[in-house]
T-cell receptor
Framework: GNSVTQMEGPVTLSEEAFLTINCTYTATGYPSLFWYVQYPGEGLQLLLK?????DKGSNKGFEATYRKETTSFHLEKGSVQVSDSAVYFCALSESRNNNDMRFGAGTRLTVKP | EAGVAQSPRYKIIEKRQSVAFWCNPI?????LYWYQQILGQGPKLLIQFQNNGVVDDSQLPKDRFSAERLKGVDSTLKIQPAKLEDSAVYLC???????????FGPGTRLTVL
């Protein structure tokens, strides 16, 4: 079945460092790919998404490119801030009605000043 | 715009007891989801409603879990009787309809002793 594997955390970086959180997926068809973020004490929020191969999703300085050849959707940010400290979840969905959403285990990011 | 509301935020019960969680989606959102998030794992979809009808409950353990959305707005999720392995965060999400972005509530953290 469909699944998502993302790098284990926790990840600790200094402010202004470069961030990469790896995500790879297994799917039978052509899924949409998502990154969600969960800030402390809050619900999950959609950060960015990509619906087809070679699409790049971007938001708040974060980017991820849908790579079909490597089945990957790695999250990157050039310069992290303390406010980016959160848990990041990679997810995929193949169905149009999102009832097959599969999430990775989450990666906790802590950014120190 | 008010977000997805959930209550209670925390609940501690003993095994074999019953518990209920409540969710109030964003006004006007037709689709409502319940997820279970076990510590260290990503959220897993339990049930999906479209208005007051069930779209998908294939991953709901129906011998002990039940959910309803009688008037197509608020929803309750019940566990009866609870087991130790039900300890998790229960997330509610809503979307305008089946094809749109999901907005998540803050979750209810359940501890079963």
């Amino acid at each position: 079945g469909n699944s998502v594997t993302q790098m284990e955390g926790p990840v600790t970086l200094s402010e202004e460092a470069f961030l990469t959180i790896n995500c790879t997926y297994t799917a039978t068809g052509y899924p949409s790919l998502f990154w969600y973020v969960q800030y402390p004490g809050e619900g999950l929020q959609l950060l960015l998404k990509a619906t087809k191969a070679d699409d790049k999703g971007s938001n708040k300085g974060f980017e991820a490119t849908y790579r079909k050849e490597t089945t990957s959707f790695h999250l990157e940010k050039g310069s992290v801030q303390v406010s980016d400290s959160a848990v990041y979840f990679c997810a995929l969905s193949e169905s149009r009605n999102n009832n097959d959403m599969r999430f990775g285990a989450g990666t906790r990011l802590t950014v120190k000043p | 715009e008010a977000g997805v509301a959930q209550s209670p935020r925390y609940k501690i019960i003993e095994k074999r007891q019953s518990v209920a969680f409540w969710c109030n989606p964003i006004s006007g959102h037709a689709t409502l989801y319940w997820y279970q998030q076990i510590l260290g794992q990503g959220p897993k979809l339990l049930i999906q409603f479209q208005n007051n009808g069930v779209v998908d409950d294939s991953q709901l353990p129906k011998d002990r879990f039940s959910a309803e959305r009688l008037k197509g707005v608020d929803s309750t999720l019940k566990i009866q009787p609870a087991k130790l392995e039900d300890s998790a965060v229960y997330l509610c999400a809503s979307s305008l309809d089946l094809l749109n972005e999901q907005f998540f509530g803050p979750g209810t953290r359940l501890t079963v002793l």
